[in-house]
């Protein structure tokens, strides 16, 4: 199957400072991708969807001046959470799908904020 | 609202035994369900999918059984080994979205020997 890359693994922040997150798809192109946000012992919550070139859609309750999306090519899209605090502490999925049906998910970043 | 319901939460089953995990969905607009398997601090993997229009899938040991009527799908995992031991999650999609997956709340499996 396609692959798709997350950078970094694992990150920890200080409250307060922003961290970005990078989706890569690197055998394919993708003009939307996703973005998951996943708590300890809960199932995957969908945040936004990325589309190339265009502003991204937020999920209900997400808020898009803390969560930043960029998807500026067709394999890269990036999650910025801006002014970190404790609860956004979390597990965030990209995913991403070339033709046909399938969505492939990345590895996870597991976001630690101190 | 959860859109896909699936039980139960958790489930412990003897090395050999069948696992079998149930889940309902509510909008008709999903015509593609998968299914994932979540090891701990890593993203899901497909295992196995199915479309309404067929009532049974298997792929080695996975099987899901498919009721449109019912809006019921499950999943049984035969001869259940301890690396089958990860968290699985149902999942719907529709068609022209197929790639925005609405998971289920997961079932955490311990298979032990």
């Known amino acids: 199957g396609a692959v798709v890359s997350q950078h970094p693994s694992r990150v920890i922040c200080k409250s307060g400072t922003s961290v970005k997150i990078e989706c890569r798809s690197l055998?394919?192109?993708?003009?939307?991708m996703f973005w998951y946000r996943q708590f300890p012992k809960q199932s995957l919550m969908l945040m936004a969807t990325s589309n190339e070139g265009s502003k991204a859609t937020y999920e209900q309750g997400v808020e898009k001046d803390k969560f930043l999306i960029n998807h500026a090519s067709l394999t890269l899209s990036t999650l910025t959470v801006t002014s970190a605090h404790p609860e956004d502490s979390s597990f965030y999925i990209c995913?991403?799908?070339?033709?046909?049906?399938?969505?492939?998910f990345g590895q996870g970043t597991r976001l630690t904020v101190v | 609202q959860q859109q896909v319901k699936q039980s139960p939460q958790s489930l412990i089953v003897q090395k050999g035994g069948i696992s079998i995990i149930n889940c309902a969905y509510e909008n008709t607009a999903f015509d593609y369900f998968p299914w994932y398997q979540q090891f701990p601090g890593k993203g899901p993997a497909l295992l196995i999918a199915?479309?309404?229009?067929?009532s049974e899938k298997k792929e080695g040991r996975f099987t899901i059984s498919f009721n449109k009527s019912a809006k019921q799908f499950s999943l049984h995992i035969m001869d259940s080994q301890p690396g089958d031991s990860a968290t699985y999650f149902c999942?719907?999609?529709?068609?022209?979205?197929?790639?925005?997956?609405?998971f289920g709340t997961g079932t955490k499996l311990q298979v032990i020997p």
């Open positions: 995913s991403a799908g070339g033709q046909g049906t399938e969505a492939f």
């Open positions: 199915i479309r309404p229009d067929v």
């Open positions: 999942a719907a999609t529709y068609s022209g979205g197929y790639q925005k997956v609405t």
């Open positions: 055998d394919f192109q993708a003009t939307t």
